[in-house]
């Protein structure tokens, strides 16, 4: 027998999924770390890496990280769908750095400019 998933474990779990299936169409290799320590996945570009912590909702805002948290971009995972019906096909993923979290709306709708594209993916993990 075993324990039941609180939906707010479910919601975030589907948000890091689908983060790591949609980095990997890009080429980029992602994993979350053996033990939390704050960063929910650990993303490889060549010789780029990047702490990625990933918040999930169903709501049009999100709330952002405390500042204290360590991680160089930030998930905005805005799940589509009603109840056990997600639809990933609707669903929408934002990446921000981190410098950027506080100067962006906290609406999901204004955050256009981050959606993830392979053009953004390349200015993130580009080679310094």
Known sequence: MA?????RMVTGAFGELF??????QYGIQAAPPLKDTGNDLIA????????????????KTFN?????TKYHLLAIVA???DGENV???????YLIKKEDVNNVPKNVGGLKD???SQELLNKLFAAK
């Open 64 to 68: 952002p990280p405390s500042t204290r």
């Open 19 to 24: 983060v790591q299936l949609r980095l990997l």
């Open 114 to 116: 981050y959606r993830i």
């Open 87 to 93: 639809l990933l096909d609707k669903s929408r993923i």
């Open 3 to 7: 324990n039941s998933i609180p939906e």
């Open 44 to 59: 490889i570009k060549g010789k780029s890496i990047k702490c990625i912590q990933v918040k999930t909702t169903r709501k």
């Open 79 to 81: 799940l589509v769908g």
